[in-house]
């Protein structure tokens, strides 16, 4: 009997007509791909088996330790809590620059969004200092700042500047009139108008100013610690550069993506919970 | 001039000429249409796509400016919008942001319409309005977790919420199903204040594309016309008011609908042509 339905099995694969039509049930591999993680984990895996395989042929530890020496430093790192002191101290700095950042820019978009003639006077000044990099400001920001913990703030705060005031320009630019007209037909006032309905449109656009300002303001930190502080992660990193101490400047590099990752995931957090509108849209 | 009684709304020789940003063409969407609409009146307008509908009833809410002529409310010229007119939008224009409920109450929280009102008075319209176009259930929803006519119910009972004395609706039950249509079409009716004498009765001007709706809701059905957008004729419906479904089967709704249809036939023939 079962031998008779093991023969029957080919059969009715190669059979067309409905069977075939049906969607075809995943098997177990494909299965496991579909558990959330997996498919970030095997790319992970993909790239530590590439550079393995790139250390081993270079034989060379100061120029590309393997993965477990910089593993091995990296617990070492965290043991004696140097890793999150400089981590914490870099984060801080990023929140701090954020905030400023935030609130020059915002009020500033949405304003010049507002005011035809604000942007017009406010709009070729931005224009004109947006392509330049802030890491170019570094040899400046050392007369004026010295080395230490402003020089950075300082850097992030200008590169995230741009991406926010600009997002939120264009989100206030792009709010829907036919929804301030159906407010006005409400008998809704101006500021109420401002506050309940260009704000709510635009804040989605803006939110994504935010996370773009992020990614530029945590690239920057970098070269502005590695030059221009005392402590953090980029200052960490040009000091074990100097003790040609490879595994430590990997580790810390590691480091310095996975704050990254994790302060935009934060961030994602944040999308959701002001924007909840924005997820999950159908077609229509 | 004839002094006109009585006349809540009066256009006088009302165009409307939009030019093209770039190119500067102008064209000409509503040509000299003059109306009064009585106070506690009904009007319909029907006719061809793109023949100024929409347009009309934009210039009457305040949100446009006639090229040409001068719309007055109570003899006084409209230089803008105001919470006495609510508008429905053909396309609805719901708050994204807003659940149902917030969208519907949006008027009542944030506009004239709430201010002599209560929040628990407010909290109550909201819940009545909810109920009234059926959407229970669905009042924590975003429109865009809706469907078409999910959607255009929330809109008419944001208006309806907001309790304006005119009421100016474009295309208000084109996207609901036949039995949902029929249901909040006498709604409508009993909202406008059917049952109620003239004095008391809100004005509402009505746009669709269905002549029995027209014919069914209307004192006054406005048929327009194309190229440019025209007054062609003007109808009287003069059937006995309350209405129910029974006057869709009298001879007299018959009469009425095929004369409207006579009237727009030729251009909506043109049209597909
Ligand atoms: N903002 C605008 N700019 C330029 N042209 C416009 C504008 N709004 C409307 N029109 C033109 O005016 C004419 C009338 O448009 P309107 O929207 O009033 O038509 P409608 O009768 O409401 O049509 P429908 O039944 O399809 O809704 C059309 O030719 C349209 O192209
Ligand atoms: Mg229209």
Known sequence: ?284 | MQAVENAKLRLKDVTKTFIAPRTLKPTVAVSDVTLDIMRGEFVCIVGPSGCGKSTVLNMIAGLEAPSDGTIFMDDRPISGPSAERGVMFQDYALFPWLTVQDNIGFGLRNGTPGHSLSAGEIKDRIEAHIDLVRLRGSEAKYPHQLSGGMRQRVALARLLANGPDVLLMDEPLGALDAQTRLILQSELLRIWGETSPTAQRKTAIFITHDIEEAVFLADRVVVMSRHPGRVRALLDIDLPRPRNEHVRTTQRFGELSEEIWQLIRDEALEAIA
């Open chain 1, 1 to 284: 009997m079962e031998k008779t339905q093991t023969g029957a099995k080919p059969a009715s694969r190669d059979g067309d007509g409905p069977a075939n039509a049906a969607p075809q049930r995943p098997g177990l591999p494909a299965m496991l791909l579909e558990i959330p993680g997996v498919v970030p984990a095997l790319s992970f895996a993909g790239f530590v088996a590439l550079w393995w395989a790139g250390a081993a042929w270079n034989g060379n530890s100061i120029q590309l330790p393997t993965p477990p020496e910089v593993f091995g430093a990296l617990v070492s790192l965290a043991r004696d809590g140097e890793l999150f002191t400089n981590a914490g101290l870099s984060l801080s700095r990023l929140i701090v620059s954020m905030s400023i950042a935030v609130l020059i820019a915002v009020p500033l978009g949405f304003w010049m969004g507002l005011s035809e003639t604000l942007r017009r006077y406010v709009d070729p000044t931005i224009e004109l200092l947006r392509p330049i990099s802030g890491i170019a400001w570094i040899p400046l920001a050392l007369f004026i700042f010295g080395v230490g913990g402003v020089l950075p703030v300082f850097i992030m705060t200008y590169v995230a500047f741009f991406p926010l005031v600009m997002n939120t320009f264009a989100g206030v630019r792009g709010a829907d009139p036919k929804l301030v007209a159906a407010a006005r037909t409400m008998g809704v006032g101006r500021l109420r108008i401002t506050a309940r309905v260009v704000l709510p449109s635009a804040l989605p656009t803006i939110m994504v100013g935010v996370r773009l300002a992020l990614a530029g303001a945590w690239s920057a930190i970098i070269a502005a610690e590695l030059i221009g502080a005392p402590t953090g992660l980029g200052f960490a990193i040009e000091w074990y550069r100097e003790l040609l101490a490879s595994p430590k400047v990997f580790a810390y590099v590691g480091v310095i993506a996975g704050v990254g990752y994790l302060a935009d995931l934060a961030l994602q957090w944040l999308q959701r919970r002001l924007t909840p509108w924005t997820v999950g849209g159908g077609l229509s």
